[in-house]
């Protein structure tokens, strides 16, 4: 069974600009969540989608966004890019929603640069 | 809210001895998950363990077991018979059951192993 595939890998932006990642989840997987990594924060929730619903959200400014399809696939959007938000971004799958028990599995990530 | 507390930054270990990686956690919540993640030089998070809240014995995984002290509010992994494979970061991290179902994933700084021939 594939893992959870993350595009592009790096991408390299400038201030102000705007920039959208994609993850697919592992198949069978409905919930797909979404982190920031960032030497100074760690590792940081930024928001969790099943059935094409938000579920949950991290304390993240709202230029932070994202959506899930049909398919389970998920998009997260970030507009008016500042320096501070140059990370790994990690999307991460589980088979359900609403439970503390359901393991999350790991993409390899996006390494975002922002000029 | 919740926290988790790694408080080893850095360990060094001679290969072939049995290492464990401190975790504490802090959370009224009854109903929680925690997760052991491993994560090499490439950045991507592999998952390790797993432990319930409510479940009454530790966790093993092949080389890896979480000494759970549900008391204490630790989570220690344990991975036995180190290899040089097994140098990275590792993170403890924790689920609780919010209202609206489950929250993401609260992780801990992280402690950096690196295994010596």
């Known amino acids: 069974k594939a893992g959870v595939t993350q595009t592009p890998r790096y991408l390299i932006k400038t201030r102000g600009q705007q920039v959208t990642l994609s993850c697919s989840p592992i198949s069978g997987h409905r919930s797909v969540s979404w982190y920031q990594q960032t030497p100074g924060q760690g590792l940081q929730f930024l928001f969790e989608?099943?059935?094409?619903?938000?579920?949950n959200k991290g304390n993240f400014p709202g230029r932070f966004s994202g959506r899930q399809f049909s398919n389970s696939r998920s998009e997260m959007n970030v507009s008016t890019l500042e320096l501070g938000d140059s990370a790994l971004y990690l999307c991460?799958?589980?088979?359900?929603?609403?439970?503390?028990?359901?393991?999350?599995?790991f993409g390899p990530g996006t390494r975002l640069t922002v000029l | 809210a919740q926290k988790i507390t790694q408080t080893q930054p850095g360990m060094f270990v001679q290969e072939k001895e049995a290492v464990t990686l401190d975790c504490t956690y802090d959370t009224s919540d009854p109903s929680y998950g925690l997760f052991w993640y491993k994560q090499p030089s490439s950045g991507e998070m592999i998952f390790l363990i797993y432990?319930?809240?409510?479940?009454?014995q530790n966790a093993t995984e092949g080389r890896y077991s979480l000494n759970f002290q549900k008391a204490r509010k630790s989570a220690n992994l344990v991975i036995s018979a180190s290899q040089l494979g097994d140098s990275a970061m590792y993170f403890c991290a924790m689920r609780i059951n919010s209202g609206g179902g489950a929250d993401g994933l609260t992780f801990g700084k992280g402690t950096h192993l690196i295994i010596q021939p």
């Open positions: 991460a799958s589980s088979l359900a929603s609403g439970s503390p028990y359901n393991e999350q599995f």
């Open positions: 989608y099943f059935s094409e619903t938000q579920r």
């Open positions: 432990q319930g809240s409510y479940d009454q």
